[in-house]
């Protein structure tokens, strides 16, 4: 029979000990099945309270310190301790003898403990004990059965979801390939459920290859032919079963609307793509390969992002669209709701962009300049420039202080020389630009205008009311106005940028000076071929950038547009 190990024994025996158990110490009797506790009678081996009955009662001892057996053999001596505590100290020697022979006679008593016999803890006990019952044989290798000590689903649990699975701890390591689905075995009544078996750690798991049935009683199986790395198989086969609970959402979901819609056009270049779906969907499940955006077969870049706790997902193009041209969106099947279930086919829309959207204009060097003039740079009063000053060719730059400059000055150097040179290619590129052109005249005060290319063939002015230009939800949208010759603002007038337009994306081009006129308040960036002026308040949220001449400033604010 196999038996516990010694020293396991004693961990035991001092355990139920510490609960104001007897303690029966032993030593090694020199049996090839060491020492063992027999638990043969029934009350035997109860926690809180419970004792145990060893098969003979001249074995029986107790111990607090384990240092002291005393004699159960009623064959053994006893020490007389009746003597008072002085002549305790004068022991007679004789006496020492007999308890010495007592105690060794007892501890050769050998203590049977089956392992096969299980300690009875009733279950309502609140004190918890963890003991490792592996098995030593003679030459100290494992010779004890595994088994399961934990699953989950438990045993009898009711309402488990369909998508369970199943796994199954054991006490010690086994051998992995000894766990596999004819070891491990799923059935619904008499038919065996299809899935795959994994092992890690100490713990094997069976994964279904489709949702469980609802309000179905399951069996779960562990065969002996499970074993452990010493290749010791499990004493009989475990068994569980659990009940599982009612049927999931099995309806699938579908896209309920598109941004841009089926079949649009004059889209903007800038746009973002969104789906909204009918459900909440699995947002693992929405991502950059199964939302995808193509120009013919041209998979075109970008990033997926599923809002939380939503039904909407966002296709954000890594670069701008082209214009004119056709794109093709798909959400396949691989998108699932938060029950599992997929799209019924791939959902596909296509769209095409706006014939006239335009790219902005690329500043190179001169983008870190907010003030850049050819010749010189003025300022009276308290004016603030947000960003970096310069000129070039020119090195004159007066009046800071008491101008404050929260940047970085650069006169006559290289870097000012690079940004005018970058700057010439900008002015150049915006006064070149002919596509879809929108023909304006004279004075935009009080005009609301959408993303385009503006031309005049004169001056501009904005004066008889602010200009109110509208990106109408495209953040990205660029505002591009040509003039052959001046921009003049009077004073007070406003620039107003709504429906996401951004200062950034605004740009002025300008064949001879502009003007901006006391206290008002202009947005983008002005490259004049000659000189800029700002009179005494005005602002600028964009850059003054002159190619030949002069850039005049007096107690303005001038601040760098966020990109």
């Known amino acids: 029979m196999k038996t516990l190990n010694r020293n396991l024994l004693f961990m035991l025996l001092s355990a139920l000990s510490a609960c104001g158990q007897q303690l029966v110490e032993f030593k090694d009797a020199g049996t090839s099945d060491g020492a063992r506790v027999d638990t043969a009678n029934p009350d035997a081996a109860k926690m809180d309270g419970a004792r145990i009955d060893t098969a003979s ?10 240092g002291r057996a005393d004699a159960a053999d009623a064959d053994a001596s006893r020490a007389d301790s009746a003597d008072s505590a002085d002549s305790a100290n004068n022991a007679d020697s004789a ?14 008593q050998a203590i049977d403990v089956p392992v096969d016999q299980a300690v009875d803890v009733p279950v309502d006990q609140a004190i918890d004990v963890s003991i490792d019952l592996s098995v030593d044989g003679p030459d100290g290798s494992n010779i004890g059965a595994p088994f399961v000590t934990f699953t989950d689903p438990g045993r009898g649990d009711s309402g488990v979801v369909l998508t369970k699975k199943i796994s199954a701890t054991f006490s010690e390591a086994m051998n992995p390939t000894t766990l596999n689905k004819s070891t491990f075995t799923l059935k619904q009544g008499n038919v065996a459920i299809g899935g795959s078996v994994s092992y890690i750690g100490i713990t094997a798991t069976f994964s279904p290859s489709t949702n469980l049935a609802s309000n179905s009683t399951f069996v779960a199986t562990i065969s002996a032919g499970a074993k452990d790395v010493a290749g ?33 056009t004059a889209v903007p270049l800038g746009a973002t793509l969104t789906a909204t779906f009918s459900e909440p969907m699995n947002p693992t499940s929405v991502n950059a390969v199964t939302f995808t955006l193509k120009a013919g077969n041209l998979l075109i870049p970008g990033t997926v992002t599923y809002v939380a706790a939503g039904t909407t997902a966002l296709f954000i193009p890594a670069t701008r669209l082209a214009p004119n041209t056709t794109y093709t969106a798909t959400i396949t099947t691989g ?23 335009q790219a902005p204009v ?11 003039a050819g010749s010189t740079v003025t300022n009276t009063g308290a004016t603030t420039v947000t960003g970096d000053l310069g ?13 404050k400059v929260v940047g970085a000055q650069h006169a006559g150097d290289t870097t000012s020389a690079q940004a005018v040179a970058d700057l010439t290619t900008a002015y150049n590129d915006a006064a070149g630009r002919t596509l879809c052109p929108v023909t304006i005249a004279g004075n935009l005060g009080g005009l609301t205008l959408p993303p385009g290319l503006y031309k005049s063939t004169s001056s501009l002015e904005i004066s008889s009311g602010d200009l109110t230009l509208d990106a109408q939800g495209d953040g990205d949208a660029v505002f591009i106005f040509q003039m052959a010759s001046t921009l003049t603002t009077t004073s007070g007038r406003q620039v107003i940028l709504s429906g996401g337009a951004q200062s950034t994306n605004v740009f002025w081009q300008v064949g001879t000076s502009a003007t901006l006129g006391s206290t008002s308040a202009f947005q983008g960036t002005i490259m004049a071929d000659q000189a800029i002026t700002l009179e005494t308040g005005a602002t600028l949220n964009g850059r003054a950038l002159a190619r030949i001449a002069a850039v005049n400033l007096d107690s303005n604010m001038i601040v760098k547009p966020t990109p």
């Open 57 to 66: 009662s001249d074995a029986d001892a107790t111990s607090n310190d384990l």
């Open 95 to 108: 006496d020492s003898a007999d308890r010495d022979a007592a105690r060794d006679a007892a501890v050769d």
């Open 232 to 264: 010791n198989a499990l004493a009989s086969p475990y068994t569980w079963t659990f009940m599982t609970g009612a049927i999931l959402d099995a309806t699938a979901p579908t896209v309920v609307l598109t941004s841009p819609v089926d079949l649009a």
């Open 335 to 357: 998108a699932t709701d938060s029950s599992g279930n997929p799209l019924a086919s791939n959902f596909v829309w296509t769209f095409t962009t706006s014939a006239c959207g």
């Open 362 to 372: 690329v500043l190179g060097a001169a983008d870190d300049f907010v003030v850049l």
């Open 391 to 403: 000129v070039s060719p020119g090195t004159a730059v007066t009046g800071f202080p008491p101008g």
